[in-house]
């Protein structure tokens, strides 16, 4: 067989500690999965449950300089805990789920807020707000040790020095083994899927050379530099 062109180059994400690179297959995202964030948004977190949407593979980014996207003039930082599998399938229940998970990273879902809006009034679908080139910078892929799970912890993120996000990964609406459970009845999980959880309250826009930088307790910590167009 010969490809009609050079296939594409897989979308990889190194392992902190190791030679590795974990290469990514779907990168699935969770909507207002933080009471706060859903707030902010105009939503009602106790009556709407968080939702999916999708990012393509090659969307993520390693930075240490992100470019910035075109169209638009309200670009948000969204700081997520994003959920590496190992292995697919479909898990009978939270622990099965867990057992599929390889590692975590810190992730940041970049959002063209002003298209997003757009959609939303519109009721037309969010790709162009949430699926552009370089929407999703990953930090390196911590592993998961011996009940290394984090169910809580700090999550922040700061822009130029200054705290924007802050918030607790125990304030999830939907747990991780619960987010796996739940996506697994709508999407086939395989090997090489990142999850980006959610973002608490406190997303703002960023401009040309912000300077980002977020923690998760943890987890690790993922930096970079909005550049130019
Ligand atoms: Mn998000």
Known sequence: M??????PRRATVPVAGS?????VHRVYCVGRNYADH??????EPDREP??????????????????????TDNLHHEVELVVALGAGGTPAGEAAAGAMIFGYAVGVDLTR??????????????DVAKGFDYSAPVSSILPVGESKHPNGGLI????NGEEKQRG?????????????????????????????????????????G?????????????NFTMGSE
Do not use: N
């Not at 030679?19 to 290469?23: C, N, T």
């Not at 859903?38 to 939503?43: H, P």
């Not at 807020?113 to 519109?122: G, H, I, M």
């Not at 980006?196 to 309250?201: E, L, S, Y």
């Open 113 to 126: 807020r002003d298209l997003q809006a757009a959609a939303k009034k519109q009721g037309r679908p969010w």
């Open 38 to 43: 859903a707030l902010e948004m105009g939503g």
């Open 168 to 208: 607790d990964l125990s304030q999830m609406i939907w747990s991780v083994p619960e987010i796996l459970v739940e996506l697994s009845r709508y999407f086939e999980l395989q090997a090489g899927d990142l999850i980006f959880t959610g973002t608490p309250a406190g997303v703002s826009a960023l401009r040309h």
């Open 2 to 7: 010969t490809f009609t062109f050079t296939p």
């Open 210 to 222: 912000d300077r980002v930088t977020c923690t998760i307790e943890g987890v690790g910590e993922l």
């Open 50 to 71: 968080p939702f999916f949407f999708s990012k393509p593979a090659d969307a993520v980014t390693l930075g240490p300089v992100v470019r910035f996207p075109p169209m």
């Open 156 to 159: 922040r993120l700061a822009v």
């Open 19 to 23: 030679e590795a690179v974990f290469p």
